[in-house]
């Protein structure tokens, strides 16, 4: 597993190691030791999560209030997305800073994101299956959302017109949050 830093504190690009052969492929999506060891994080994972969905779809920007704030591990098995995460932790000198890349079932790579992120993707390829670690469970009380449009952010998404929940469409602008301890 190779571990690489981005701009943003604490969040990482994971790129497992993949053995091929004429068989397929094989690799560890997941160790808990190595992860811990390569990362310096001490952290466990409790829920995994995983979803389906069709090409154009968007879907975020989400994240979780504390004492319910999630990190993830992210991944796709199938397809391919565009994945953002936006830093919502004021402390840092990249408050408000999106951050992306594509995740796919070819690159395999995997995107670990602390709590104090919002996060959100949008579908590449026709039934791609996104699987995502969480530290915490998931709580409807602790759950919000950020505009996946919001101006201030300025995140080009790569797409024209997204199919969107009306959830993700009504969400609120980042500067309309009450302030955050992240």
Known sequence: MEIKTTPFKDLLIIQPAVFPDERGYFFESFN???????TGLNMSFIQDNESMSSKGVLRGLHFQLSPKAQAKLVRVSKGAVLDVVVDLRRTQPTYGQSFKLVLSAENKTQLFIPEGFAHGFCVLEDQTIFSYKCTNYYSKENERSILWNDPSLAIDWEIENPIISEKDK?????????????
């Open 32 to 38: 808990e030791s190595k992860f811990r060891v390569q």
């Open 170 to 182: 009504n969400a609120p602008l980042l500067e309309s949050l009450p302030h955050f301890f992240f």
